[in-house]
């Protein structure tokens, strides 16, 4: 089909493209420099060694997962108010990189947890709700993926988003009431300094990373959706459709 | 006092699809005899799963039994909306005047019964197969028992709104539904469990608490979101 003057600005801007790419670099970067820094200048645990280092990567990862889950659950109820399609698109693109990041941060917990627990995985309030925070999302992006009508597909992935999140609280009091075993939450007090910068440098790094991350899927998202619109309007002039 | 007679008017409209919806399964009773039957068949197999010890058995009844439930109950969900799809029933439900909350609350109360029926069958069943202890813990299991499952039922009438229209409903229902469950089935789980024991350490009454906070959050969420979900 011919390419008329009205495609969306997200499929003809040039722009939007090359300043992700260059934020992706950056990312990169930082990534490498964070690693780089808080492997060579922090020395090893007292009761750990170095399996400590895994701390760097473990826990900007779990954040990075809450911030992203976090987003959707901010878009969805904006969603929901403004009935605003870019809100969708933005919340589905932040829960996708979420997942990620939840299954990278559950993986490297548990791969520190068996030298030092001894056990790959315990029932424990916040490993068990970091779980069903996966699950709960998993299923958020599975509707959306069998839902065709778009519309119909941002109300319901927003509802969705919405209680899933507030779940996740009430999932983590009620594993907490059921057992727990997990070590008390680190705090800047509770960490050496020397500690806390590389895990700082690390979760900019990661940030960095969600933030390019988010970008890509949303803009794939939205060019995914002009193409959509486009068939339709196609079919709806009677054309052939050749995408 | 306007106020009131709203709220008495959605009530009714509550009831009529609560009504309308219990003749059409009482008149077949197709679903009901295979989600029974389903069941039982599912209690027998956790049998067979977790060995012929007595008393393995009997540690292990309470989360068999709810599992039970879920696994059984899910079935009822996704059917409750996919018989309003054909012949587009929903959508002449839609058009009647008044809130979408009473359409979904007669769905509720129509899944509630459903789901409190299975159990009248599932837990003596149980009871007989797991040789549980019924008529000790009688007035506190049935407690747990209307509790639980109003929460489960609150739950899965919210997603089958959505699961049942569309593709791969199902598989999506449960895996929609089965996480956000999670409170509500250690909580009956665990007040079951301690009520089969003779309840030596009195907890389950914390539980059951639990259960009703849980059972009202889900509701308020449920009930407001509702209206988002079923719009068209």
Do not use: C
Not at chain 2, 26 to 46: D, I
């Amino acid at each position: 089909m011919t390419i008329s003057a009205s495609r969306p600005a997200a499929a003809q801007a040039p722009g939007p493209a090359r300043r992700i790419q260059v934020l992706g670099w950056i990312a990169f970067l930082a990534v490498l420099v964070a690693e780089a820094v808080s492997l060579w200048t922090s020395p090893p645990d007292r009761d750990m060694g170095h399996l400590q280092k895994l701390m760097y990567v473990h826990v900007p990862a779990a954040w990075m997962a809450l911030l992203a889950y976090g987003l959707v659950f901010v878009l969805s109820l904006l969603y929901l108010w403004k009935r605003d399609e870019r809100h969708d698109l933005l919340a589905a693109a932040a829960a996708e990189v979420g997942v990620v990041m939840n299954a990278l941060a559950l993986a490297l917990g548990s791969i520190w947890g068996r030298p030092t627990w001894g056990v790959w995985w315990t029932w424990d309030a916040r490993l068990t709700s970091t779980a069903v925070l996966l699950v709960i999302f998993l299923g958020y992006l599975a509707l959306r993926a069998f839902t065709e009508d778009p519309d119909r597909r941002a109300r319901w992935s927003a509802a969705v988003g919405i209680l899933g999140f507030l779940n996740s609280y009430i999932v983590y009091m009620s594993v907490r009431w059921w057992r727990t075993l997990h070590q008390v939450q680190s705090s800047p007090e509770t960490l050496d300094p020397i500690y806390t910068r590389g895990l700082r440098m690390n979760a900019i790094a990661f940030l960095l990373v969600l933030v390019y991350f988010v970008a890509r899927r949303y803009r794939a998202a939205r060019l995914e959706r002009a193409a959509e619109a486009r068939i339709e309007e196609a079919a709806l002039a009677g054309e052939g459709v050749h995408v | 006092m306007e106020r009131v007679r709203g709220w008495r008017r959605e009530l009714a409209r509550a009831g009529a699809i609560v009504w309308k919806d219990l003749t059409a399964e009482r008149r077949t009773r197709a679903n009901f005899n295979a989600v029974v039957s389903l069941a039982v068949l599912t209690l027998l197999l956790f049998g067979f799963a977790l060995g012929p010890d007595t008393e393995a058995l009997r540690a292990a009844a309470a989360g068999v039994l709810w599992l039970t439930v879920l696994f059984s109950g899910v079935l009822a969900f996704n059917r409750s909306y996919q018989l309003e799809l054909e012949n587009g029933a929903l959508d002449t439900l839609l058009l009647y005047p008044g809130e979408r909350r009473s359409i979904f609350l007669g769905k509720l109360g129509a899944n509630f019964a459903f789901v409190l029926l299975v159990e009248l069958v599932v837990v003596p069943v149980a009871a007989v197969i797991y040789n549980l202890p019924l008529l000790r813990p009688f007035p506190g299991l049935a407690g747990v028992m209307l509790l639980g499952t109003l929460g489960f039922v609150t739950l899965g009438t919210f997603y089958a709104a959505m699961a049942s229209r569309s593709r791969a409903r199902e598989v999506l229902l449960p895996l929609l539904l089965f996480p956000m469950m999670i409170p509500v089935l250690v909580g009956s789980v665990e007040a079951t469990s301690a009520l089969l024991a003779g309840d030596p350490m009195g907890d389950s009454g914390a539980w059951l608490r639990l259960l009703v906070v849980f059972d009202l959050v889900f509701l308020v969420a449920s009930v407001l979101a509702f209206e988002h979900v079923i719009e068209e």
